[in-house]
């Protein structure tokens, strides 16, 4: 693991955090948005079981994820495929993009409503490369060096799964797992791995960072 890489880091519940001037932000709309970005900028999760203005929350599983850009960000498609390729952010928004709007779920059950994701359609990018026969699965590694998922082949050929690009028609930032990030549409979000900087075809599927804790491999909502 290069020193860029994050370190793992697990769910810590940080019971003081509870108290934490929640009762006067619940009383209190005109905080809501300063909340927010506390919520937002909560780095291990522990105020995901406190209020929010019902946005989307910031989780990380590694200490520091090293923030990238337009000049550094490359995603890389190898494995059982016949052109492996890397592909710059340049090279993603030449791609045909799709846009996709569904409801957002986490498992730790804060919900976004009709979020719009848009993005190079998954199956568009392993096109592009050229599946091989024995292929049955995908996986996908992060930038920040420790999470991981995977989908069947079926599941990632889907038309509602992207290598998304944008949010609600504005770049994806870093907090929401830009610059590029894997959007599962009808599986719950920890499918949807955030700072996307691998793809590799594989001839089983291999659990991801949660699954190995016990959830669901098939995280269908």
Request: charged fraction near 20%.
């Amino acid at each position: 693991m290069s020193e860029n890489e994050g370190k793992p880091i697990g769910r810590r519940v940080v019971l003081s955090m509870l108290g934490l001037g929640a009762a006067g932000i619940a009383a209190a709309p005109v905080l809501q948005g300063g909340w927010q970005k506390l919520l937002d900028a909560d780095p291990v999760g522990v105020t995901g079981l406190l209020p929010n203005s019902g946005g989307f929350r910031y989780f990380s599983v590694a200490a520091s994820v090293p923030v990238k850009n337009e000049g550094n960000y490359r995603l890389t498609i190898d494995g059982l495929v016949d052109r492996p390729r890397t592909f710059t952010l340049a090279d993603l928004a030449t791609l045909p993009q799709r846009r996709v709007v569904h409801d957002v779920q986490c498992t730790d059950g804060w919900k976004v409503e009709n979020a719009a994701f848009t993005g190079v359609p998954l199956s568009a990018l392993l096109d592009a490369v050229g599946v091989k026969t024995q292929a049955r699965a995908v996986r996908f590694t992060c930038f920040d060096g420790v999470y991981t998922e995977s989908l069947t082949l079926d599941q990632a050929r889907r038309p509602d799964v992207l290598a998304a690009l944008k949010l609600g028609d504005q770049p994806l930032t870093h907090e929401r797992g830009g610059p590029c990030r894997l959007y599962v549409a009808p599986m719950y979000f920890y499918k949807s791995a955030k700072w996307l900087s691998g793809i590799t075809v594989t001839d089983r599927v291999q659990q991801g960072y949660w699954e190995d804790y016990g959830y669901d491999v098939d995280g269908w909502l």
